[in-house]
């Protein structure tokens, strides 16, 4: 006799591996340990182990989007500009 669909998702649930086996965190133990892991890691460049005060202030990160955005708006302009010309 056939088990029920509910068993068998079960059972195949529990086969899968856990999240502790998928998602793994590391915590260095000191900062040494911590620089050298980014720089041995590319991917850690984008998250910076430590960061400054100053990094984190409003008219910082506010100034960074507003030039990015009249960028974006620059090349959005000179990009339709050379569409009618070719």
């Known amino acids: 006799m056939a088990a029920s669909p509910f068993k068998q998702i079960r059972r ?3 086969r899968l591996p856990s999240w502790e ?3 793994w965190t590391w915590k260095p133990r ?7 892991a980014v720089v041995r890691n590319f991917l850690l460049h984008w998250f910076p182990s430590k960061i400054t005060r100053r990094a984190m202030e409003s008219s910082y990160s506010l100034w960074l989007g507003t030039i990015s955005a009249v960028l974006f708006l620059i090349l959005t302009l000179t990009g339709v ?3 009618f010309l070719y």
Not at 30 to 36: K, T, Y
């Open 12 to 14: 195949g649930l529990s």
């Open 30 to 36: 000191s900062e040494r340990e911590a620089g050298d």
């Open 81 to 83: 500009v050379l569409m």
């Open 21 to 23: 086996d998928i998602a």
